[in-house]
């Protein structure tokens, strides 16, 4: 009778906990495709006597219960049972990590889950060991003492919360944090009309009154988009915003109209009697261009003298290096040929004609928008040909400086 | 110019009207000289003495005909010649290297060559006591411009001048040391007599010899480059000392004055002052205290020039010896 006291009241302790537990072995509300499944294999009893058979099916519906109330779908015995039936295994093979890989594989587990116990003494020791079914892997494990009652639950669960860390990654990707994109993002701009795409690839949308709302792409914050701009008449342009804000504005930088034609108005040092005038026609927008221009200047040495009228008539072609149409300063080099044609403001001198050739010029521009600033030293040689005043060699200044030339051009 | 004014409208009553004439081009011209006296506006591609010419002529024709088809060398010199009464006949005179041919361009009021062409000529120019023109060994009158005589008598090669009553011829004599000689013809160029000055350096050398009655006591202007102390140097000389054939030392007996830092070609009197061309490539116009400098002009064309002035100093001459063409122009000093 008393044998029978002293196991009874443990089963029927058990029995009330199991009652509790609503014998609910997965998640309420738990979505079954989301759910981590686990094979749970029924602990072993190495008790030296084996005579605790009961506390077998306590200790494992006491892992199932918990096991399923941490979010696991614990699957029921008979998805596992064939496959160990088939390979002659018994409670305690299943104790062999690669005996229990082969039935949990089979049974299209996750989680593998066995454990064994022994009494002795009033002592329970519980050990329970974890498998990462698709990894074939050991994952984790605990060992735990305590008392056959009671607090037999406690144990369980104190092992299984554990545990819990490692085995909730089974069959799931880590969680990584998603990084704030952007919601929303205006492109500000006052070419109205102008194509906006990602990078030359996306077209992203033109814009309308000043502005173009992108469509939802989730940009990440801090990262750089590259838009490229483009509008009939124009350049082509990039440009990099970097997003900062989930919703944000960006004020696009304006576009710059190709320039078919320009005009320069210009002085040269020596001659500042005078102005030059030269047209460009670009075979190349902002690139490359042909040039004709005529200074005229008067040389006169004193008040009461008789000035002698020059004019530098010359025929150039010309380019920009290094620097495309959007740089604030450009290089240019230009070469060509020309004539001065001079005559006396006394009668009766005659003309003379100087023919040169404009070996190169070289310039620098402040390039803005819609006029340039230019300052430019030039090489000519005159041919000393005909009736002229010069003979050949370099044209230089007085101390041998060769003539510069500063003026603003405005584009067309 | 402009002029402004009021003036009565037959329909709208009294109205202002500014009446800008003819003499606009002139205005323009005007302030535009104003401006170019500032060195940003002078330093041009072109000669600068351009805009002070009044005259020019080309050359190239006669001078081709002198050469005849010939490739020697043709030296040239320009001096200037000035009647009894004060006119002036810029010349120049050409000979071809290796040949007895030299010919005589003188300028005359029309700026228009007189073509003389005579074995004679020579580097000394002078007007003689009769008042004709004497260049070399030929005698020209003044007056035609035309071949009077030519007179062996004359030493053709030196430097000379006349007070009006007696021709004198000086050169160096290449003694040791160095001396003045100078020998004296009478009107007509017979021999009169000879004398000779030290000068009162051992290195100088006598460039050009003006007279100009005006400097009253020290008509005789003696240019002179003194090698030792690489300086131009200009000696005022009374006319009467040379009629009595007798100069003292003429360094330390007469006045004189010394120009550093120019080159010794070319070296210019008048009456303005020194004309001289220093090595920065600038025509200088010096004072009489060999220092101040009076005025400046560009003088480094790129041309081969040759330069000759006035007596007063208010013209230049210029012959451009590659386009040869002689102008003639206002100095503005």
Redesign the interface.
């Known amino acids: 009778m008393s044998a029978l006291r002293r196991r009874l009241v443990p089963i029927l302790l058990c029995a009330w906990l199991l009652a509790a537990s609503a014998g609910v072995w997965a998640a309420d509300g738990a979505d079954e495709a989301s759910q981590t499944r686990a094979c749970v294999f029924p602990a072993v009893d190495l008790s030296p006597s084996g005579e605790y058979e009961e506390y077998r099916h306590i200790l494992t519906d006491l892992l199932k219960t918990e096991l399923g109330n941490a979010g696991f779908l614990v699957l029921a015995d008979e998805s596992w049972q064939p496959a160990g039936r088939r390979r002659g295994f018994k409670d305690a093979d299943l104790l062999s990590g690669e005996n229990l890989l082969a039935v949990a594989e089979e049974a299209q587990a996750d989680l593998a889950v066995s454990g064994f116990f022994r009494l002795e003494s009033r002592q329970v020791v519980l050990e329970i060991k974890c498998y990462d079914v698709k990894a074939r892997a050991f994952v984790t494990g605990v060992l735990k003492t305590g008392r056959p009652n009671l607090s037999l639950y406690n144990l369980i669960d104190t092992a299984v919360r554990e545990m819990l860390p490692e085995i909730r990654l089974i069959g799931k990707a880590p969680a990584v944090p998603e990084p704030p994109s952007a919601k929303e993002i205006t492109l500000l701009s006052p070419d109205e009309g102008m194509e906006v795409s990602l990078a030359g690839a996306k077209r992203l949308g033109a814009i309308s009154e000043g502005k173009l709302i992108l469509p939802p792409i989730p940009f990440p914050i801090g990262s750089r988009i590259t838009v490229e701009k483009k509008k009939e008449g124009f350049h082509l342009s990039r440009e990099s915003l970097l997003v900062k804000e989930p919703v944000q504005q960006f004020k696009l930088r304006p576009l710059r109209r190709k320039t078919k034609t320009a005009t320069e108005l210009n002085w040269t040092v020596g001659q500042l009697a005078g102005f030059g005038l030269a047209q460009r026609y670009y075979l190349n927008p902002d690139i490359m261009y042909l040039a004709g221009e005529h200074y005229f200047y008067l040389q006169s040495n004193f008040a009461g003298d008789h000035p002698v009228l020059h004019n530098d008539i010359k025929a150039l072609f010309g380019g920009y290096l290094f620097s495309g149409p959007d740089s604030a300063l450009r290089l240019n080099l230009s070469t060509g040929a020309g004539f001065i044609l001079t005559y006396f403001s006394v009668p009766g001198q005659g003309a003379y004609v100087d023919f040169y050739l404009n070996i190169v010029n070289v310039s620098f521009e402040l390039n803005l928008r819609r006029w340039a600033l230019f300052w430019r030293g030039e090489a000519k040689y005159a041919l000393g040909i005909g009736k002229s005043l010069l003979s050949r060699g370099w044209l230089n200044m007085a101390g041998g400086l060769p003539p510069m030339t500063v003026g603003f051009m405005w584009k067309w | 110019m402009a002029e402004h004014g009021w003036r009565a409208s037959a329909n709208d009553g009294w109205v202002h009207v500014e009446m800008v004439r003819r003499l606009f081009p002139s205005a323009v ?2 302030a ?6 500032c060195g ?17 002529a080309e050359l190239s024709e006669p001078i081709d005909a002198l050469l005849n088809g010939r490739t020697n060398r043709l030296w040239t010199d320009l001096f200037v010649l000035r009647d009894t009464a004060g006119k002036e006949f810029p010349a120049l005179l050409l000979f071809i290297e290796y040949s007895p041919d030299r010919s005589l361009y003188i300028m005359d009021s029309q700026f228009q060559p007189k073509i003389l062409t005579y074995n004679g000529l020579d580097s000394l120019h002078v007007t003689d006591a009769s008042g004709d023109f004497v260049v070399g060994q030929i005698i020209i009158n003044s007056s035609t411009l035309s071949f009077k005589r030519a007179d062996s008598n004359i030493l053709g090669s030196t430097h000379g001048f006349s007070d009006g009553a007696n021709n004198y011829l000086l050169w160096i004599d290449g003694a040791l040391p160095d001396q003045l000689q100078c020998k004296v013809f009478l009107p007509g160029w017979t021999t009169s007599g000879s004398f000779s000055a030290l000068w009162g350096s051992s290195s100088v050398e006598l460039k050009k010899v003006y007279y100009d009655p005006a400097r009253t006591g020290q008509e005789v202007i003696l240019v002179l480059w003194d090698w030792g102390a690489n300086q131009a140097v200009l000696a005022f000389t009374p006319a009467a000392d040379y009629a009595l054939f007798a100069l003292p030392t003429i360094l330390i007996s007469f006045p004189s004055v010394r120009i550093g830092n120019v080159k010794p070609e070319p070296l210019h009197y008048t009456r303005k002052g020194i004309m001289a061309h220093d090595y920065e ?1 600038n025509t200088v116009l010096y004072d009489f205290d060999g220092v101040t400098v009076k005025g400046k ?2 003088s ?1 064309y ?2 081969e020039t040759q330069e000759g002035y006035d007596l007063e100093g208010d013209y230049f001459f210029l012959y451009n010896v ?2 040869r063409i002689l102008y003639k122009g ?1 100095t ?1 000093w």
């Open positions: 011209f005007g535009i000289s104003l401006l170019s006296s940003l506006f002078t330093a041009s591609l072109f000669p600068s003495y351009l805009s002070q010419v009044e005259a020019s490539g002009l560009r480094d790129r041309k590659e386009d206002k503005g």
